[in-house]
């Protein structure tokens, strides 16, 4: 079971830490096709003016629920996806709009994502040895005599025996095909891992194992994580920071400590009642927050603050106009009139 104890609080660095990423109105819309020519007759929303800072060593937690737009978020920084509009500022340098041969040289090797589906992310054909290789041979580190025990070591880093080396991924469990998935990425050596919901499809004993391997392997390597999940008690467990999404916008944003002992967002505050937390006697329980109403389409989001067709706090300025993010209390950013 993942601990969720805050005694172990990481390293709070917020304020003191240089920058290592920056989003600045960061937008991803797709294109609604229709017709026999397909004509663009509207747009998915997906991601819709985020900024946000992470700093160097820190792990940054996104939550959401399904549809909110944070995996949009981290495949959109790795330009998997093209942003829309709006600038991606990495170690100082805006690469919204590098070509593909400018970011395999300049920014490839630094930013890695790690995926769901640790069998889907893993070339069946491709034995171990191929798959953590490929990077090296991509952009030739290391000599080539040196590239396999550079592998070998990479699997010992991460809880695998070196001499799976020549196996398949279809050899493995969930959990050691994620640590392989694992090993790959830190095959180059990056500063900043997107991990995207990397430990949901994994038994809870299982993903305890790989929160914790991630743990020291940034403690050792001087890793910047930024961690999207769905799952409020992983991300509680691993963050630093956390930054709650809602239909392609930031809602709040605040140290995890913060964050989940005074969220001050109705949609943070509605997402934590539904977490279980243990009874202790003296201690009421937690009041169960439901949302009504359906989660509206990212093609067509309301007009004025996206969240006030189930905000069980909106006013009228809600429906009229969209809120700014405002620092609250120190550190502690939301999005809501509720505060202004």
């Known amino acids: 079971m993942i601990s969720t104890n805050d005694s172990v609080e990481n390293k709070t660095i917020q304020d003191s830490s240089e920058t290592l990423l920056e989003l600045q109105d960061l937008k991803k819309h797709f294109p609604i096709k229709a017709g026999l020519l397909q004509k663009t007759v509207g747009h998915i929303k997906a991601v819709d003016g985020i900024n946000l800072k992470v700093n160097k060593g820190e792990t940054l937690g996104i939550v ?60 069946p054909r491709k034995t171990l040895r191929s798959i953590i290789r490929e990077p ?32 398949y991924p279809h050899e493995f469990s969930g959990g050691q095909r994620q640590r392989i998935g694992i090993a790959r990425t830190l095959a180059l050596n990056p500063e900043l891992i ?63 400590k913060d964050l989940y002992s005074e969220p001050l967002h109705p949609y943070t505050q509605a997402l934590l009642s ?42 009228d300025l809600c429906r009229q106009m969209d809120p700014e993010v405002k620092e609250v209390n120190k550190n502690h950013y939301v999005a809501c009139h509720l505060y202004t």
Not at 136 to 161: A, C
Not at 211 to 233: A, K, P, R, V, W
């Open 136 to 167: 090296l041979d991509t952009h030739q580190l290391y000599k080539s005599r040196e590239r396999d025990t550079h592998v070998e070591n990479l699997l010992e880093k991460v809880g695998l025996n070196a001499s799976f080396i020549n196996r």
């Open 194 to 256: 997107i991990a995207d919901e990397a430990v949901s499809a994994l038994d809870v004993s299982i993903q305890a194992q790989i929160i914790n391997l991630m743990e020291d392997l940034q403690e050792e390597f001087g890793l910047t994580y930024i961690f999207i999940s769905h799952d409020l008690s992983v991300v509680r467990h691993i963050s630093d920071r956390v930054g709650v999404m809602y239909l392609g916008k930031m809602m709040e944003l605040a140290s995890k």
């Open 274 to 315: 539904a977490v279980p937390v243990p009874r202790k006697k003296g201690v009421m329980k937690r009041e169960r927050i439901i949302l009504k109403g359906e989660l509206p389409s990212p093609s067509n989001p309301p007009k004025g603050c996206v969240f006030h067709t189930r905000c069980p706090a909106a006013f």
């Open 64 to 123: 959401g629920e399904s549809g909110c737009g944070k995996s949009t978020v981290g495949r959109t920084i790795i330009r998997l996806y093209e942003p829309t509009d709006g600038k991606i500022i990495f170690n100082g340098k805006d690469i919204s709009h590098l070509s593909e041969s400018e970011l395999r040289r300049d920014v490839r090797k630094n930013i890695q994502m790690i995926f769901q589906d640790p069998f889907a992310s893993l070339n």
